[in-house]
């Protein structure tokens, strides 16, 4: 996969069908998008994705949500699932007050759209004024094509970034990976800690994912963990181990079950399954030491 990234002259040189959009989680929605861009090979066209480097929503409302996937995680997920190229562009001013026809016309030109995929909830454009119906109108004249795809649904409702995130904030994780259609993850590279697992005989690695990724509610996991493609089993704390004297940071903090390794400085991923419970306050390491062994029995347990 190319990654154009960091320039407002971004260019394409082979026809493409291209998707637009913030693609925040990459959901099962997002999947159909991509199911559909693929189809577009059997044409000879290249797969395009579009979006931007930051939320527009940061830049127009000055918004500060944090974000399911960052922008090296949505790297991954897209080039996992074949496509062709991602086009990162700069959320410039001269982006966030381009009218919609006149960005139809860049991307079309400069990227050789011959067809868009998007869903019917699609916007863009200054103030959001460009929808699909206006992408079906400027059609003949740009010579491309438009398929325009139904959201997909469950509880009666369309799933959305705004669903999952919703579903995360509540600590409901299984319900959030059904909606994702994968488990929730976090990658980042592991930080040295304060290494008091090791003392109480459970180490742990220690993550400081970016400022801006969302990370379920501060509590104890039941996780799956990805090392250099090696896949472990852990027991993970969000939080600020209020247990631990002095101010920590809100962390990710994992128990590999039967590992031992130093790890140190390596990007690892840990997908999250099921939460056990709330992060709390002991009285003691001793408590904390006994908490963490009934939490890693009832990983076990969970995971077999």
Do not use: W
């Not at 799933?159 to 994702?180: C, D």
Request: hydrophobic share 35%; aromatic share 10%.
């Amino acid at each position: 996969m190319e990654y154009i990234r960091n320039t407002m002259d971004f260019y394409v040189r082979e026809d493409t069908v291209l998707s637009p959009g913030k693609f925040d989680g990459i959901h099962r929605g997002h999947g159909l998008l991509l199911e559909h861009l693929a189809r577009g090979k059997d044409r000879g066209l290249a797969s395009v994705i579009f979006t931007f480097d930051i939320p527009p929503g940061k830049r127009v409302n000055g918004e500060d949500m944090k974000v399911l996937t960052t922008n090296e995680e949505k790297m991954h997920i897209f080039e996992g699932n074949g496509i062709d190229y991602l086009v990162e562009c700069p959320f410039t001013p001269e982006i966030m007050c381009m009218e919609p026809e006149a960005f139809v016309e860049r991307v079309v030109k400069n990227l050789h759209v011959k067809c868009f995929v998007v869903g019917k909830d699609f916007k863009f454009g200054h103030n959001r004024r460009g929808d699909y119906r206006l992408l079906m109108e400027l059609a003949g004249r740009y010579g491309y094509e438009v398929s325009v795809l139904e959201k997909i649904r469950e509880d009666a409702r369309d799933i959305s970034s705004t669903f999952v995130r919703e579903e995360i904030a509540k600590g409901n994780i299984e319900k959030a990976n059904r909606l994702l259609g994968y488990r929730y993850f976090v990658t980042s590279v592991v930080e040295h800690g304060n290494r008091i697992g090791r003392t109480i005989g459970i180490p742990t690695i220690n993550q400081l994912p970016p400022r801006e990724k969302l990370l379920p509610p501060n509590g104890v996991y039941v996780t799956e963990v990805f090392i250099e493609d090696r896949k472990y089993r852990g027991v993970t704390n969000v939080g600020c181990k209020p247990t631990i004297p002095g101010e920590n940071p809100t962390g990710v903090e994992t128990h590999l079950l039967d590992f031992r390794e130093d790890v140190y400085d390596t990007v690892v991923t840990v997908e999250f399954l099921k939460r056990i419970r709330e992060e709390r306050k002991f009285a003691s390491i001793g408590e904390l030491q006994l908490q963490m062994q009934n939490d890693i029995a009832y990983g076990r347990a969970y995971l077999q």
